[in-house]
T-cell receptor
């Protein structure tokens, strides 16, 4: 039972372009939505996160857009750089529980 | 601070063999987790420990056991390894709901 659906599975973007990764969730109790970034051979690391009381959060070139009614959230990477090439995972959790449910991941490749 | 450390980095087992994956964190976090990562499946929670002395099953606990040895250490044991357990295993820790810190992973192959 996959509670967080992530798309696309892979993405190729030219340097300077916008990368967009989408996630949809089913559990309306989820109230914390982080994105993790993973480089080859490394463990995932928190990139940016949002709570459902706001519709957008921006940190540098990374923005999360959140649509509570549609139960969807997305990661936008502006001015994508080759150094952004990595696998990105969306995730969700509820209440004070620190268990995360992860999406299946998106492998992003930024070309020159 | 080393953060979250995992040993070993790589391991090859034969079907039926047993082994223990070790994890330690030096951030004084209460919660610790074990995940497995498989292509196209994302990260799936095997077991977690919300605090020292407690452990709970995650999404895919079958074939695994865990021990929260103390606040720092959380081990994962495969009693009788199967090829389906070939995966990359990650340990993580957190203080609260906010952020989980992951170790570098253990790549396990079961033949």
């Amino acid at each position: 039972q996959q509670q967080v659906k992530q798309s696309p599975q892979s993405l190729i973007v030219q340097k300077g372009g916008i990368s967009i990764i989408n996630c949809a969730y089913e559990n309306t109790a989820f109230d914390y939505f982080p994105w993790y970034q993973q480089f080859p051979g490394k463990g995932p690391a928190l990139l940016i996160a949002i709570r459902p009381d706001v519709s957008e959060k921006k940190e540098g070139r990374f923005t999360i857009s959140f649509n509570k009614s549609a139960k969807q959230f997305s990661l936008h990477i502006m001015d994508s750089q080759p150094g952004d090439s990595a696998t990105y995972f969306c995730a969700a959790s509820s209440g004070t529980a620190s268990k995360l449910t992860f999406g299946t991941g998106t492998r992003l490749q930024v070309t020159l | 601070n080393a953060g979250v450390t995992q040993t070993p980095k790589f391991q090859v087992l034969k079907t039926g063999q047993s082994m223990t994956l070790q994890c330690a964190q030096d951030m004084n976090h209460n919660s610790m987790y074990w995940y497995r990562q498989d292509p196209g499946m994302g990260l799936r929670l095997i077991y977690y420990s919300a605090s020292e002395g407690t452990t709970d099953k995650g999404e895919v606990p079958n074939g695994y056991n865990v021990s929260r040895l103390n606040k720092r250490e959380f081990s994962l044991r495969l009693e009788s390894a199967a090829p389906s357990q070939t995966s990359v295993y990650f340990c993580a820790s957190s203080e609260s709901w906010y952020e989980q810190y992951f170790g570098p992973g253990t790549r396990l192959t079961v033949t």
